[in-house]
């Protein structure tokens, strides 16, 4: 089964659940991660047994980033907020360099997490 992480800032975590109401019945075709607050409102409001890892900030994005480089991930949507600055930036952008470096599909807005599902989608069809 293929891995999605799904990861949200503070001020992104409503529109990630909005993004996983429109999307919970393909969502359920996947092993899904998550940091902590965004798994635990995921889990909360759709039951779709989202595994969490520890809060961004206190070293979830890491842990993410680890599963990443050891190709435990198949795929991450990290709704981020541009906009805000965050404490653990340096965490942020090792998890961003990871994907780069181990080619990894990264969608950091709604519209491209969208088009990285229908591209996921259609690799579960093939």
């Given at each position: 089964m293929q891995t999605i992480a799904l990861i949200a800032?503070?001020?992104?975590?409503?529109?990630?659940?909005?993004?996983?109401?429109?999307?919970?019945?393909?969502?359920?075709?996947?092993?899904?991660?998550?940091?902590?607050?965004?798994?635990?409102?995921?889990?909360?409001?759709?039951?779709?047994?989202v595994e969490t890892m520890m809060s961004g900030p206190l070293g979830g994005d890491q842990q993410i980033g680890a599963r990443v480089a050891t190709e435990q991930v198949d795929y991450v949507i990290f709704l981020r907020d541009p906009l805000t600055s965050q404490p653990h930036e340096p965490d942020i952008n090792a998890l961003l360099r990871l994907c780069d470096v181990h080619n990894i599909p990264l969608a950091t807005n709604r519209k491209s997490a969208h088009i990285l599902l229908q591209y996921a989608d259609k690799k579960l069809s093939v």
């Amino acid at each position: 089964m293929q891995t999605i992480a799904l990861i949200a800032h503070d001020k992104k975590k409503d529109e990630m659940l909005d993004f996983v109401s429109h999307h919970q019945d393909l969502l359920k075709h996947f092993h899904l991660i998550a940091t902590r607050t965004t798994g635990t409102l995921i889990n909360e409001k759709y039951q779709l047994n989202v595994e969490t890892m520890m809060s961004g900030p206190l070293g979830g994005d890491q842990q993410i980033g680890a599963r990443v480089a050891t190709e435990q991930v198949d795929y991450v949507i990290f709704l981020r907020d541009p906009l805000t600055s965050q404490p653990h930036e340096p965490d942020i952008n090792a998890l961003l360099r990871l994907c780069d470096v181990h080619n990894i599909p990264l969608a950091t807005n709604r519209k491209s997490a969208h088009i990285l599902l229908q591209y996921a989608d259609k690799k579960l069809s093939v």
